[in-house]
């Protein structure tokens, strides 16, 4: 009796060693699979905007399709992706309330003289320019690669190491950080900043602070947007409306102000 009970009790503890062993070594895995995303997207980020003009252009959509394809064979779900059709109604639904949204703040935006100033963007002083860059540049190059990088594939997999609040917190800080490098020079194309901040080392500095602050902010609520409604939908029709919107309300503003 006695050795039938030792024999058993090997077993069991044979058998939570095993499921432990197994649990530590999917773990690793996960993190492992978090630390390529991240060498990634901080590998496209200098290559898009440190060396050529046509990497520029390329290199973030060509990035966000191979983190797809890579986290798609670790075994990452649609629906950990945000891409499952099951999540493409509630999705919606929270993709048009983003734009209204925006479209209202805007309008306001350019209605207050005290405001309007910051929407003088040199990049977008033409009409036509605007409407390429909102409806071309911007959601192909920008907001839909971009979100497929960090609200699919970030999240993600962030959502298999860690809680709720590591995900905003991690995934809000990359996407500000992300954007260091596109805020170079961003007090001396906007008329606005640059008479708030100056165009000095120090405004640049602040800019650049101010840029990051922001967009973390903004990824935060991308993030809740995305964990909301289960779907990307949402979080990319927030992203496109806050550039999209904000570059034609930018032209609109240029136009009127020049007749």
Do not use: C
Request: charged share 10%; hydrophobic share 55%.
């Amino acid at each position: 009796m006695t050795v039938e009970t030792v024999g058993v009790g090997h077993s069991v503890n044979s058998g939570l060693g095993h499921a432990s062993g197994l649990h530590r070594i999917r773990a690793a895995h996960a993190w492992l699979d978090v630390a390529v995303v991240v060498a990634v997207l901080v590998s496209t980020n200098l290559i898009a905007h440190f060396t050529t003009p046509w990497a520029s252009i390329a290199t973030v959509p060509i990035s966000a399709v191979i983190l797809v394809a890579l986290t798609r064979r670790r075994g990452l779900g649609w629906a950990e992706l945000g891409l499952s059709p099951r999540h493409w109604r509630k999705g919606s639904l929270y993709a048009l309330a983003s734009v209204g949204l925006v479209l209202a703040v805007v309008g306001i935006g350019i209605a207050l003289p005290l405001t309007r100033q910051f929407f003088m963007a040199d990049r977008y002083a033409t009409i036509s320019g605007a409407l390429i860059a909102s409806m071309i540049v911007i959601p192909l190059q920008t907001v839909i690669p971009e979100e497929l990088a960090f609200r699919g594939v970030l999240q993600g997999t962030l959502s298999r190491v860690s809680g709720a609040r590591g995900v905003f917190a991690a995934g809000s800080l990359m996407f500000g950080l992300w954007h260091i490098a596109s805020s170079l020079g961003l007090t001396t194309s906007n008329r606005g900043l640059t008479g708030i901040l100056g165009g000095g080392f120090v405004g640049q500095v602040l800019g650049i602070a101010g840029a990051v602050a922001a967009t973390a902010a903004a990824g935060f609520v991308f993030t809740w947007l995305r964990r909301r409604s289960g779907s990307l939908l949402a979080p990319i029709a927030l992203h496109w409306s806050l550039n999209g919107i904000g570059a034609l309300a930018a032209a609109l503003v240029w136009h009127v102000s020049l007749g």
